[in-house]
């Protein structure tokens, strides 16, 4: 069966986050539901639907963000008392809207993630993770990486208070107390948690979990150890998830998965025999999917998905047919609503026109007096900078609550900005001739009307370092813009791994002065992507990074006074050692920097690059074939005559050339590397090799690995 | 929903531009296209039984209603139509870099192959003006040519630059179609016959036309626009980052107005409306689209729109009905115009909460540095911008110079200037350092052809710690001749060429033109006739004069023959001038052209002694491999071999050859394209009918190789002394 679902929209709010709508619990069963919402304006906002119209039940006064919403109530009770956090504070309010608790936390971050089960409350900040129970305090956890959610198993269901901690990191963290139980590590950093089907599936403990790289995960939390049971792996590229639900809207008495993604794709999984989730329904919307639910908001007896995007608007996803069967009388009704609706829209439109038409003229007329400021309105925006590990690319999504009228990318690093198949936006670039303006990158992108979100794919060099700066300026009249930086590391194609291959050969990089640990806790982070600001606790800390492009690793161990990095690629260790010696220069400390080189490395690196190398090669030189190959195809009428490897091009010829065009300059990329590589293996040694590089270029050109292993060693 | 009513999938490559249905047995319409390997595929799915066995057209291996005729040369442009009234079924024509095939397919025979020595990069077939036979006519290197069905060549003219696309259209509503032409100088010029009535400048190389209904038509750049022009207005116009492939009218939504049907390089096909531009219809192939042509595809008396793309995927749409009442689209109407009226409001809503937070910061305390990192800045803040004329230094080439500047001490954070033609995108942006930031900037500007233009700036205004910024809007106008800068005293040499004419104007009317032409300087008071002001080129350093005397008698001084040309056109458009006759001359430009007439009847001789040499070569080839076999047969290895290597020799020896004639064939093209543009420049010194005359009679004298009487027509107007 075809899961068909229609689209209505039922109410604008203000800007929101994630995970700030719920649907209140129905009466009965099917019947409809009231849908309670609070926006980045403060607003929280109750509302119902009665024949298509909006009816609101409840609404506060405007305030601080709403971070979080939540439902809550005394176990086994229907769960019906709403609880937001704004800031630093927790307020509670009846399902008719009167404020029952204004709980001030007094944690010194706002709060970034809270659940709430009967009486006990856990919330975290950035860093910093409280239990609270009757608002008294109860357990606190500081946490070595930033907090995405927070989750506790169902403590009806499981005799222990268990609270899991989604952090940056790729890490969950199962809390007991104020301790780490154990980490789980996962594959991508974690965004949401949910509860499997709500209440933790069969055993209390199994909990869903999305990262923000697109990928979803099943793991059952025990006492002792987790289990993972499965993970959706992001083949189509899609994006970060935002929000999860379980909810049976298939109708076949298995609740199926509901997810939402910040590329504003909606998903539906159902389970198969095995269990495993299935795709069974997808559905694109314009803007980033901030949450969902299953229930029963438009119409009674007819189930729905509920979705709240960036922007604020409230749609749901109903399996009520657009156009009634049921004779032409109700067509005309239905009709009719739309009409009324229509005009009531117009004419509040009509209203706030004149009203804005004497406001800018009021504006208009303050900017011919001396005294008067003029400020800019300022407006969200909702940006992710990521490192992509598939390709090696970074992207960067803006989304405005409004249409984006142009965007202006400025860096001041060489870096490569690649198209978008999505975007719709025209790209020009700037010439940047001035080089005393400190410009490589100079680009606009002109919006097509009714855009508000762009993506953009931007490809870095390792050890070109700078900031990439976005102004943003959407259609709002008075027209601004606002300007968003991005660091662009010096090792910016690295990622954080959990473990490395200890076995390999690696060259060691060693600092030793008078620093303190926060000192070298900076340089890192200036060096490395996903590296917490905070330093860590604890006097020692050690991270690992992968190179994402080549597969080699880092490993930095550091403390106060020392810093030890091992990096089986030299080019990283050259880097490091570059960078690391101009910031101390530059803070005036005395480094004394060291470095012991394994020769054997760099084979070792050759022999990583290999396979890679001699795939593109081959991938090149098929697609090269294949026009010729499909020319005689024609004029022949079979493919009989060829040879095997050539038939098999043939049939491969869809596959390879998108293959193909996935991985622009790859091949480029890697020369690059491999230049890179042969440089730096002998600046270590003290020779300058840059007259060699054509020679090296052209071995490449004629790619054998013993050559090139031989050309290495000899020059 | 609109969904397709055919699909199809060919298994050959379709090449993009190159689509054509036509009835080639007079009953059954049948696809024709390009594709590889210098094919041309005929789809015929009516008859499967017919088949040819014929040297040019043979049963395509991969396809039983396909078959493929060989043009062994790449296809530049195909179309299919009438030709041969009396025949009562269409032709097919095929064009290439150096020929035009006129291909009569039911009874596979040639109507006419012809050589065109400026190739064919477009081709129409239909009936232009008075010519009484339908034409096809080709556009090829600066030159247009239109033949009947026994290939007489009725109708040459040239134009600005290599033609790109074609259309008829009913331009001026007489009832008699007129020939639109899109050059590569960006110009839409339109052909009443051999008389240029209008010409339209656009931004980028025009890669498509087609003609909509009455006087309107369709065009699409090479930078991803598309749009529709009402005679010398344009209607609408939209850009895209994808680049459109193929446009084409058809009446999608039956409500008796043609849509622009735009088929994309991305795959994406959409109908939009000829007043407003609004997509009323689009669909999406898995590659890009090569064509968007109409016919009745299923026989059934309905005419559908046939889109094709280049991976041989073929699909037909049906009309929208009645019932549909235009709503083509998947969606409701009512919830699309809730959803956008909801917007709108959200955004008036937006806007009021701005100005209501703005007189919030109004009413508090004056400007203080937190205000500057918010984007607060005075009310009063002016933008101001000045074009002038930078002669340049060492460092610096001479440009015009933009310098935009505040009013007060807030700073200029980023300049983005949006203006078409004049940028290598569509956009040129500063962006000084943060050390260099200061309350002006100056944007050098370097228009590459003299064309007024329009600038859209965006300065953002702000302070040097704000994150947030102000953005001023405005639009300068760059005036057509702004790359010329004013030189006083007049220097002591003038140019020897010059254009001279008489207008019936007073002195200070065309003070007025010059003023708003040229970027003179504020203070430069120009007196009563007679007088005489000179400018320099800040590309090459060219001089250009002008004298005007009591008597309306002006004097154009330059050694620039376009630039000459594009003085009097502006000067005729500003004064209305309908007819102007003028005498030139231009003796460094002549003697150029003298040489190039000289070299261009050296390649012809050169490329008919190749010829025939080829000719003789291939007749020794034959005779080679015969001998060879002959030994072969005999088992006379030793001479086989021998044989089998002087074939080898003279096989290389083609290739060289090959080599040698495509060399001479690129040369001659390039001179008879200067050829070509010289008869246009000589033309566009001229306003009306003295400027089709001189067309015309130029054309006369090349045919009769007159040189003498051409250069005597360029300078005075006309052959007879």
């Known amino acids: ?715 | 929903m609109l969904l397709p009513v055919f699909t199809l999938k060919l298994r050959h490559k379709i090449s993009p531009r190159m689509v054509a249905i036509g009835r080639y047995d007079g009953t059954h319409p049948c696809l024709a296209a390009a594709t590889q390997a210098g094919k041309v595929f005929i789809h015929n799915p009516h008859t499967r039984s017919q088949h040819f066995s014929a040297p040019r057209v043979l049963q395509s291996p991969l396809e039983s209603d396909v078959s493929l005729l060989n043009i062994n040369q790449a296809v530049s442009c195909l179309t299919a139509g009438v030709l041969n009234p009396e025949l009562g079924y269409d032709t097919l024509l095929v064009g290439t870099q150096t020929n035009l095939l006129a291909y009569d397919v039911y009874n596979n025979s040639d109507l006419f192959y012809r050589e065109v020595t400026d190739g064919a990069n477009a081709i129409v077939l239909g009936t232009l003006g008075d010519i009484s036979s339908p034409l096809a006519i080709i556009g090829g290197n600066c030159a247009l040519q239109g033949f009947d069905h026994e290939g007489n060549d009725l109708f040459w003219t040239v134009t600005g630059d290599n033609v790109h696309s074609l259309a008829l259209c009913d331009f001026d509503g007489d009832g008699k179609k007129e020939l639109l032409v899109g050059s590569e100088d960006f110009d839409i010029r339109v052909f009443k016959e051999d008389e240029i009535v209008a010409e339209m400048t656009e931004t980028e190389i025009i890669t498509s036309l087609c003609p909509m209904y009455g006087s309107r038509f369709g065009y699409a750049l090479s930078n991803g626009t598309v749009g529709v022009y009402d005679k010398t207005a344009r209607y609408w116009r939209i850009k895209s980052k994808n680049h459109a492939m193929s446009i084409h009218a058809f009446d999608l939504n039956s409500d008796g107005v043609c849509e622009l049907i735009t088929g994309w390089s991305n795959g994406k096909v959409d109908a939009r409306s000829d007043r407003t531009g609004e997509v009323i219809f689009k669909d999406n192939f898995p590659a890009a689209i090569a064509g968007v042509v109409e016919g009745d595809y299923r026989m059934d008396g309905q005419v559908q729109l046939v889109c094709c793309s280049v991976d041989g995927e073929i699909r037909g749409y049906l009309p929208g009905t009645a019932e549909m009442r235009g709503n083509l689209m998947d969606t409701s109407v009512e919830q699309d115009l809730i959803r956008e009226l909801s917007q709108k409001k959200q955004h008036l809503l937006l806007e009021l909460r701005n100005y209501e937070e703005n007189a919030k910061a109004e009413s508090s305390s004056p400007l203080s540095e937190a205000d500057g990192h918010r984007g607060i800045i005075p009310a009063n803040t002016k933008l101001h911008t000045a074009l002038s004329v930078n002669l340049g230094n060492e460092n610096q080439a001479a440009h015009v110079e933009l310098r935009v500047s505040t009013s007060n001490d807030t700073i200029i954070r980023a300049v983005l200037i949006f203006a078409e033609g004049i940028f290598i995108g569509e956009s040129h942006v500063v962006h000084p350092s943060i050390h260099n930031l200061s309350s002006s900037i100056r944007v050098p500007i370097t228009p590459p052809k003299d064309v007024p233009v329009d600038l859209h700036l965006k300065a953002f205004v702000g302070y040097r710690s704000s994150t947030q910024f102000h953005v001023f809007e405005l639009t300068r106008q760059l005036p057509r001749f702004s790359m010329y800068a004013l030189t006083s005293p007049a220097p002591a040499s003038e140019p020897v060429s010059y254009v001279n004419f008489i207008i019936a104007e007073r002195a200070h009317r065309v003070v007025v033109w010059l003023s708003q032409n040229f970027l003179l300087l504020e203070d430069t008071a120009i007196q009563n006739a007679p007088f005489q002001v000179c400018f320099t080129s800040l590309r090459n350093g060219g001089q250009l004069c002008i004298k005007v005397k009591p008597s309306g008698e002006i004097t154009i001084n330059t050694d620039d023959i376009d630039l000459a040309g594009d003085v009097i056109q502006s000067m005729a458009s500003f004064f209305a001038i309908e007819d102007l006759q003028v005498e030139a001359d231009f003796p460094v430009y002549f003697e150029e052209l003298r040489k190039v007439l000289v070299k261009v009847d050296e390649y012809h001789s050169v490329h008919q002694k190749l010829s025939a040499d080829m000719a003789d070569n291939s007749n020794l080839i034959r005779s080679l491999l015969v001998r060879a076999e002959d030994a072969r047969l005999m088992r006379d290895m030793k001479t086989m071999k021998r044989r089998y290597m002087e074939l080898y020799d003279l096989n290389k020896d083609l290739l060289n050859e090959y080599k040698i004639r495509c060399n001479n064939h690129t040369e001659l093209l390039g001179n008879l394209k200067a050829v070509n543009q010289a008869i246009q420049r000589a033309g566009r010194l001229r306003v009306g009918k003295p400027k089709n005359q001189v067309i015309t009679a130029c054309r006369d004298a090349i045919r009769s190789n007159n040189i003498n009487t051409l250069f005597r027509i360029m300078r005075v107007g006309t052959a007879s002394s």
């Open chain 1, 1 to 715: 069966m075809d899961l068909v679902l229609n689209r209505a929209d039922y109410v604008q709010v203000g800007v929101t986050s994630q995970k700030t709508m719920k649907l209140l619990p129905a009466s009965r069963h099917r019947a409809t539901q009231k849908v309670v919402i609070g926006d980045n304006d403060g607003v929280v906002m109750c509302f119902g639907m009665k024949k298509g119209e909006t009816v609101t039940v409840f609404k506060t006064l405007p305030g601080l963000k709403i971070e979080r919403l939540e439902l809550g109530g005394v176990l086994n009770t229907p769960q019906e008392k709403i609880f937001v956090a704004a800031g630093s504070e927790i307020r509670g309010f009846t399902k008719r809207g009167k404020q029952f608790l204004s709980f001030e936390t007094n944690l010194t971050e706002s709060i970034k993630a809270m659940h709430i089960s009967g009486s006990d409350l856990f919330l975290s900040a950035n860093y910093i993770y409280n239990h609270y129970c009757d608002c008294k305090d109860q357990h606190y956890y500081l946490s070595g990486d930033k907090i995405n959610d927070v989750i506790c198993l169902p403590v009806e269901r499981v005799p222990r208070i268990t609270p899991v901690l989604a952090c940056q990191d790729r890490v969950l963290r199962v809390l007991q107390g104020s301790d780490v139980m154990y980490e789980i590590e996962i594959p991508g950093p974690p965004t949401v948690l949910e509860l499997y089907n709500g209440n933790g599936g069969n055993s209390g403990e199994d909990i869903l979990f999305g990262t923000s790289d697109g990928k979803l995960g099943l793991i059952q939390i025990t006492a002792s150890k987790p289990i993972h049971k499965w993970e959706i792996r992001n083949e189509k590229k899609r994006g970060g998830v935002l929000c999860i639900d379980s909810f049976d809207i298939v109708g076949d008495g298995v609740k199926d998965l509901l997810v939402g993604r910040d590329d504003g794709i909606v998903e539906v999984y159902s389970f198969d025999n095995a269990n495993e989730p299935v795709l069974r329904y997808d559905q694109v919307l314009s803007e980033s999917v901030t949450f969902i639910q299953g229930g029963c908001v438009g119409k009674d007896g007819y189930d729905e998905i509920v979705v709240a995007t960036y922007s604020g608007w409230v749609t749901g996803l109903t399996t009520e047919p657009i156009h009634k069967e049921s004779g032409p009388g109700e067509e005309v009704k239905i009709n009719q609503e739309m009409q009324n609706k229509i005009s009531s829209l117009r004419s509040e439109l009509e209203h706030l026109q004149c009203k804005v038409l004497q406001e800018r003229e009021n504006y208009q007329k303050s900017s011919q007096s001396s005294k008067a400021k003029s400020a800019v309105p300022s407006f969200s925006i909702n940006d992710k900078f990521t490192l992509n590990k598939d390709d090696a690319s970074y992207s960067l999504v803006l989304e405005v609550q409004t249409a984006i009228d142009n965007v202006l990318i400025q860096s001041d690093v060489p870096i490569d900005l690649l198209d978008v198949d999505k975007n719709s936006a025209v790209v020009s670039f700037s010439s940047c001739d001035s080089e005393s303006n400190d410009n490589f990158v100079l680009a606009t992108y002109r919006c097509q009307a009714n855009t508000t979100r762009l993506e953009l794919k931007i490809r870095s060099i390792e050890g070109q370092y700078g900031t990439l700066q976005a102004y943003v300026t959407p259609r709002i009249q008075p027209k601004s813009c606002q300007v968003r930086q991005y660091q662009i590391k010096p090792l910016s194609l690295h990622q954080r791994t959990h473990f490395i291959d200890h076995g390999r050969p690696m060259n060691t990089l060693t600092l030793t002065g008078q620093f303190s640990f926060a000192e070298v806790h900076s340089w890192v982070v200036f060096c490395l992507p996903e590296v917490p600001e905070k330093p860590p606790a604890g006097e020692c800390v050690t991270f690992y990074f992968q190179n994402t492009f080549l597969d080699t690793q880092l490993e930095s161990v550091y403390r106060k006074g020392e810093g030890v990095f091992k990096s089986d690629n030299i080019s990283t260790i050259s880097i490091l050692k570059d960078v690391l010696s101009k910031e101390a220069t530059k803070r005036k400390i005395n480094l004394n920097i060291s470095y012991e080189i394994n020769e054997v490395s760099v084979k070792h690196t050759l022999k990583l690059i290999h396979p890679k190398l001699e795939y593109q090669l081959l991938l090149a030189k098929k697609v090269q074939l294949i026009d010729a190959l499909k020319e005689l195809q024609v004029h022949e009428g079979n493919t009989n005559f060829l040879i095997p490897e050539y038939r098999c091009i043939l049939e491969e010829a869809d596959h390879l050339q998108e293959e193909y065009k996935k991985q622009p300059a790859h091949l480029e990329r890697l020369y690059g590397m491999i230049t890179d590589l042969f440089i730096d293996k002998f600046k270590f040694k003290g020779t300058n090799v840059k007259t060699k590089v054509p020679l090296l270029l052209e071995i490449l050109d004629s790619y054998d690995q013993n050559a090139l292993i031989a050309f290495f060693d000899a020059a």
